[in-house]
């Protein structure tokens, strides 16, 4: 019961970004804010690098796979946001930059090494919060994992 709604969760939070992540590429640039950020320079860059680490890291915690088989989030993940960039430039009147290609693939890659790390911090919270199944007035000390 507990996966299932963690999954569920991931799903729906993924759909989301990936919501928001189409509307700030594909949006006419008019319609996007503008803020005290802008005086940052190629800040929109940090937007995309941003974009696609909250991407791949959510599909990494979705889908949870090992090894080798985490380039099989990140393919399509690049994939998808080269076709955003095409996309961009073909039918939204905004400019593809391949710029903003490689932060969205750096975004990507840096996801496959975050999410693992947070992976193992979410194992370890929902552990630590499973009760104890029939001494429910015994202490564990996790500390030394004996019982207090």
Same mark, same amino acid.
Request: zero cysteines; charged letters at 20%.
């Given at each position: 019961m507990r996966n299932n709604r963690y999954k569920f #969760?991931? !799903?729906f939070l993924w759909a989301l970004w990936t919501a928001g992540v189409l509307y700030g590429s594909?949006?006419?640039? +008019?319609?996007?804010? !503008?803020?005290w950020f802008a005086w940052i320079p190629h800040f929109d860059k940090l937007v995309h690098f941003?974009? /696609?680490v909250g991407e791949a890291v959510l599909l990494m915690l979705l889908f949870e796979p090992r090894a080798w088989r &985490?380039? *099989?989030?990140w393919v399509p993940v690049?994939?998808? %946001?080269?076709?955003?960039e095409y996309l961009q430039g073909a039918?939204?009147?905004? %400019? $593809? +930059?391949?710029?903003?290609?490689?932060? $969205?693939?750096? *975004?990507?890659t840096c *996801?496959?090494? #975050?999410?693992?790390c947070l992976q193992r911090r979410i194992t &370890? /919270?929902?552990? $630590? =919060? =499973?009760?104890m199944s029939d001494a429910s007035s015994v202490l564990l000390d996790r500390k030394n994992d004996r019982l207090v």
């Open positions: #969760v991931l !799903t594909l949006a006419p640039g +008019d319609d996007l804010p !503008t803020g941003g974009f /696609y &985490r380039w *099989g989030v690049v994939a998808a %946001s080269a076709l955003i039918y939204f009147g905004r %400019s $593809n +930059d391949p710029w903003d290609l490689l932060a $969205n693939a750096l *975004g990507a *996801g496959l090494f #975050v999410a693992p &370890r /919270y929902r552990e $630590n =919060r =499973r009760p």
